[in-house]
């Protein structure tokens, strides 16, 4: 053991004689459980601290990610009423539109950014 363990553990056995070597081989065992139990028990206090710290960093990460997510989604939404406003104002002045083909390109959901559509490119 350490020095500066409890000796409290030494005050009541006795000094070793040769009729007493039950009671020595308790004693030692005893003290060689404790010190492993101490061991296994610093051990467990660091996985858990490691674990916390982890936790911590990923957590951290996944705010991070978060928020970066969160900026993309604005962009992307306030590109798609960009575009949208330009398809709006592009859709009087196209000669390759007709009442049928808007149908196509809207559908029964007007206004739906998640469908799908072909639109043929013109430079603006």
Excluded at 26 to 52: F, G, L, P
Excluded at 82 to 106: Q, R
Aim: charged share 25%.
């Amino acid at each position: 053991m350490a020095q500066g363990s409890d000796n409290s553990d030494t005050s009541y056995t006795k000094s070793p004689s040769p009729g007493n070597k039950q009671g020595s081989t308790d004693d030692v065992r005893k003290v060689m459980r404790r010190e492993k139990n101490r061991i296994a028990a610093q051990k467990s206090r660091m996985r858990q601290t490691q674990k916390a710290d982890s936790l911590h960093l990923e957590s951290e990460n996944l705010e991070k990610e978060n928020a970066a997510l969160r900026k993309e989604v604005k962009r992307l939404t306030e590109e798609a009423k960009y575009l949208s406003t330009v398809l709006s104002n592009h859709e009087p002045l196209c000669t390759g539109l007709s009442g049928a083909s808007t149908e196509i390109l809207y559908g029964a959901h007007h206004g739906a950014f998640h469908q799908h559509i072909s639109v043929p490119h013109y430079p603006l």
